[in-house]
């Protein structure tokens, strides 16, 4: 199976899954990154690991139809079979998501359904919640939505920083993507209604 991954930013999920499929512990036949930010860390991940990288700027296109069907010629030209969304801060429209039925995953640093958004760990921190934790789950149309695939606690301690809390939700994050991508490539996930 060939599997693109999708990241705007710092990308380190991007490197723990690349890392876990060179340790053979996921199947992947081939590897890609897409990026939306040409100024984007993730960019040097991907050419220190050896990844092709698809470089799309919105702002290349004059519609996000355009930008989207561009996108989309190079993931049919990569025979992708999983998209796997790590960081990337833009919505997929819902005919993107349609031509992918159960083909893309996110991850999200929250139990979801709780703190969605872009400030998931900064939100349950300042809310004083208990725990939180980290959510592999199947896109569909709606923000930091879709059937679950994996879920795991993160406890917040009372010594706890925004930073410190950080560091440990984004390392449960390595652990819990590359582990759903493998359950998905292995046939072990049911592919119901999502
Ligand atoms: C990750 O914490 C991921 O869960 C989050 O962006 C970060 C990207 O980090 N995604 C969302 O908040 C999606 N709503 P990374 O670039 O180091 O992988």
């Known amino acids: 199976m060939n599997l693109a991954v999708f990241a705007s930013g710092n990308g380190s999920n991007f490197s723990a899954i690349?890392?876990?499929?060179?340790?053979?512990?996921i199947k992947a036949r081939s590897v890609i990154l897409v990026c939306d930010n040409p100024g984007a860390f993730v960019l040097?991940?991907?050419?220190?690991?050896?990844?092709?990288?698809?470089?799309?700027?919105?702002?290349?296109f004059s519609s996000r139809k355009d930008f989207e069907a561009a996108i989309i010629q190079r993931l049919k030209y990569y025979k992708?079979?999983?998209i796997a969304l790590a960081g990337f801060m833009r919505m997929l429209s819902p005919d993107f998501v349609k031509k992918y039925p159960?083909?893309?995953?996110?991850i999200h640093p929250s139990l979801l359904?709780?703190?969605k958004g872009s400030?998931?760990?900064?939100d349950a921190f300042e809310n004083k919640v208990p725990f939180t934790g980290v959510t592999v789950h199947f896109v569909d149309e709606k923000m930091d939505h879709g059937r679950v695939i994996l879920q795991e606690k993160v406890g917040i301690k009372v010594k706890d920083n925004l930073t410190s809390l950080e560091k440990r939700i984004h390392s449960k994050e390595h652990k819990l993507y590359p582990q759903a991508i493998k359950l998905f490539f292995s046939g072990k996930i049911k592919i119901g209604k999502s």
Do not use: E, M, Y
Request: cysteine-free.
């Open 102 to 106: 159960n083909r893309i995953l996110n």
């Open 80 to 82: 992708i079979d999983l």
């Open 113 to 115: 359904p709780a703190f």
């Open 119 to 122: 400030h998931a760990i900064k």
């Open 44 to 60: 040097k991940r991907a050419q220190k690991s050896k990844v092709k990288v698809i470089l799309a700027s919105r702002q290349d």
């Open 18 to 25: 690349v890392k876990a499929i060179k340790q053979g512990k």
